[in-house]
């Protein structure tokens, strides 16, 4: 069965620095989404895109953040100068055009030190 | 916009015992409805979802859910608790439609199976 996946599983940077976490969503999937979970809080939503370009972004996908869809599989999401806050578990999701629910890959924590 | 309420953030049942977690939405249209399960260090993997058609929705490993629009309700039940069932529970909600709207989660219910 066809399933998202993402790189790195766990990612340990220092405060400042640049971090690209990538996603390959399910292959006939057209939109993309970013979700963030903090230790022991709920899912949140980054990011939404369709088309090649942002379709919608939560307040905290600030111009710190930016995703990119470099070719025609990966999905990539950039956070340029991380902060301590930034430490979360990273969930890339896809789904199809025609139905809603969305499909998660298995995360990436970002532990910034 | 949406929003959901899930009572409840830790829920403890004995093996074989009925799983009940609840879960409320708030949405300004009609909603499309999800519930997923995390393991332990792991994804988030859908249960089952709500998009309009029948309102009971039977789901994976004999979980299901009802959407009452009266109550803007859809509760998460399972008749007969298993040990492999802890897990965080998560409901979700979007209002669909034509654009790329985002999932709103709930908080989590976290769930213990008492052997």
């Known amino acids: 069965e066809p399933e998202v996946t993402q790189t790195p599983s766990h990612q340990v940077t220092q405060m400042g620095q640049e971090v690209i976490l990538r996603c390959v969503p399910i292959?006939?999937?057209?939109?993309f989404y970013w979700y963030r979970q903090i230790l022991g809080q709920k899912v949140e939503f980054l990011v939404s895109?369709?088309?090649?370009?942002?379709?919608?972004k939560s307040e905290i996908f600030d111009d710190q953040f930016s995703v990119e869809r470099p070719d025609g599989s990966n999905f990539t999401l950039k956070i340029r100068s991380t902060k301590l806050e930034d430490s979360a578990m990273y969930f890339c999701a896809s789904r199809q055009g025609a139905t809603y629910e969305q499909y998660f890959g298995p995360g990436t924590r970002l532990t910034v030190t | 916009a949406q929003s959901v309420t899930q009572l409840g953030s830790h829920v403890s049942v004995s093996e074989g015992a009925l799983v009940l977690l609840r879960c409320n939405y708030s949405?300004?249209?009609?909603?499309?409805l999800f519930w997923y399960v995390q393991y332990p260090n792991q994804g988030l993997q859908l249960l089952l979802k709500?998009?309009?058609?029948?309102?009971l929705v039977k789901g994976i490993n004999d979980f299901e859910a009802e959407f009452k629009k009266s109550e803007t309700s859809f509760h998460l039940t399972k008749p007969s608790a298993h040990m492999s069932d802890a897990a965080e529970y998560f409901c979700?909600?979007?209002?669909?439609?034509?654009?790329?709207?985002?999932?709103?989660f709930g908080k989590g219910t976290r769930l213990s199976v008492i052997a």
């Open positions: 292959s006939n999937h057209l939109y």
């Open positions: 709500y998009t309009s058609a029948a309102t």
């Open positions: 979700a909600v979007t209002p669909g439609g034509s654009g790329n709207t985002p999932l709103v």
């Open positions: 895109f369709y088309n090649n370009e942002i379709s919608e």
């Open positions: 949405s300004s249209v009609p909603p499309y």
